[in-house]
């Protein structure tokens, strides 16, 4: 069965530490990964998308990246704010053609 | 492009009422996906849609959820009759050949059954 596992559930951390959001996922023949993050009451936003063929992706603070022999890809974010508070969803296309999502770290960066 | 629109972004309804929910892809993607999101089971995919045929419905929990396309810019998601646990935002999901660009997901619909 093909399944994705984050790791912290929640996470809560003072403002400007550098932060690593966890992803494991079971099956390696994955087409692509897609990080999103989502708002108390809202809807995804699509944050970064990493093809199999890539071992990461960066866009300002963010940067993700994929191993996709251990099965696993880290969300970064570096100096963290107030308004990243969020939950970050890890997202994995299998090659059956479903975007599978893990439960998601809900993140509270204080100031 | 406006993305993926849904309506409405609320909906009450009573037990037993049938609720349908709305959503336009973006235009030029082939492909159409409804989700659901709760508390307990996170977001399951119930049904996707490819060039308006339906390809996979075998998330769709019961026979009182069916879904639609009757072209390629409109799609329904239809609960007859409701029930309370089917209470959760429901999200429409769209994306271009074999997801090279990733998904774009529209706002959900937050359906609360009492």
């Known amino acids: 069965k093909q399944e994705v596992t984050q790791i912290p559930a929640a996470l809560s951390v003072p403002e400007g530490e550098n932060l690593v959001l966890n992803c494991s996922f079971t099956?390696?023949?994955?087409?692509?990964l897609q990080w999103f993050r989502q708002d108390p009451g809202k809807g995804l936003t699509s944050l970064l998308l990493?093809?199999?063929?890539?071992r990461e992706q960066t866009s300002g603070r963010l940067n993700a990246s994929l191993d996709k022999s251990s099965g696993r890809s880290t969300l970064y974010i570096a100096a963290s704010q107030p308004g990243d508070s969020a939950t970050y969803l890890c997202?994995?296309?299998?090659?059956?053609?479903?975007?599978?999502f893990g439960t998601g770290t809900r993140l509270q960066v204080f100031p | 492009d406006a993305g993926v629109i849904q309506s409405p972004r609320h909906e009450v309804t009573e037990m037993g009422q049938e609720v349908t929910l709305r959503c336009k892809p973006i235009s030029g993607h082939d492909y159409l996906f409804w989700y659901r999101q709760t508390m307990m089971r996170g977001l399951e995919l119930l049904i996707y849609?490819?060039?308006?045929?339906?390809?996979?419905d075998s998330g769709m929990p019961e026979d009182r959820f069916s879904a639609k396309m009757p072209n390629a810019s409109f799609s329904t998601l239809k609960i007859q009759p409701s029930e309370p646990r089917d209470s959760a935002v429901y999200f429409c999901?769209?994306?271009?050949?074999?997801?090279?660009?990733?998904?774009?997901f529209g706002s959900g619909t937050r359906l609360t059954v009492v």
């Open positions: 999901a769209s994306r271009t050949g074999t997801g090279l660009y990733g998904y774009t």
């Open positions: 997202a994995v296309l299998f090659n059956t053609d479903k975007l599978i």
């Open positions: 849609f490819n060039n308006n045929v339906p390809i996979d």
């Open positions: 990493i093809q199999s063929s890539q």
């Open positions: 099956d390696s023949a994955i087409y692509n």
